[in-house]
C-alpha cells in the first residue's frame, strides 16, 4: 500500500507570494493532519480535516489554511509569505479520527526569501 | 506555550546498551501518548503509544513507561542499536480532540 504523498518536495518562494501544498493520503484513511517544523519550534499542529470538514485548528494566523476533497486528498495554502513561514509542512493521515496512528509523509521544505 | 518537552535535544549511547529518551508535559488534560521517531529527509514514524489507563506499554526493544502524578514518560530502548540513531519524537493528544502535540525531539546517536 502506497504510503502519504506530497507534493512538491522543495519550494522556494519570496515574501508575500502565496503557496499551495498538496497531500494525499493513504488509501482508505480518511483523516488528514497538517504539521509545521521548525528547528525553533518542533513540530506544531495547523490543522486536521475529516470528511471534508476541518475538525481542529492550531495557533496559526489566518494565512494558514487548508481543504479536504472528497477523496480525502488535501491542501494547505499559505498566503502573503513571511520569512518565518520557512519550514518543513509535514502530512499525517489515519484511518478515522480517534486514537489512531498517524502515518506521515516526508513533507514539503518551504523556503521563503 | 510548549505543553510537550524533550529537555535533552541530544544522546550518545553505546550499542547494545539501554537508551532512555525522556519527555514532560504540563497540560494535565493530555491521556493519549506517542513516540515517533524521525530520520533526515523522512517524515515521522510510528513507535509506540500509551494510553493514561496504563503506566507502562512495551513492544520489542521499546518500552513506554508513563507517570501520571509526576507529568513525565519515557521511552526504554534496550538493546539500542546502530539503526536506532534518529530524532526521537514525544507527543501527547487530549480526550477531546486528536491534534498531537509534539515535543521539539531528541537526536539519539548509537554508536558501535
Redesign the interface.
Known sequence: KAGVTQTPRYLIKTRGQQVTLSCSPISGHRSVSWYQQTPGQGLQFLFEYFSETQRNKGNFPGRFSGRQFSNSRSEMNVSTLELGDSALYLCASSLDVGRNEQFFGPGTRLTVL | D?QVKQNSPSLSVQEGRISILNCDYTNSMFD?FLW?KKYP??????LI?I?SIKDKNEDGRFTVFLNKSAKHLSLHIVPSQPGDSAVY?C?ASENS?????????TSLLVTP
Not at chain 2, 529527509?41 to 510510528?46: C, D, L, Q, S, Y
Open positions: 510548549q493519549y515517533y529527509a523522512e517524515g515521522p514514524t510510528f503509544s494510553s519524537f507527543a480532540g486528536y491534534a498531537l502535540n509534539f515535543g521539539k525531539g
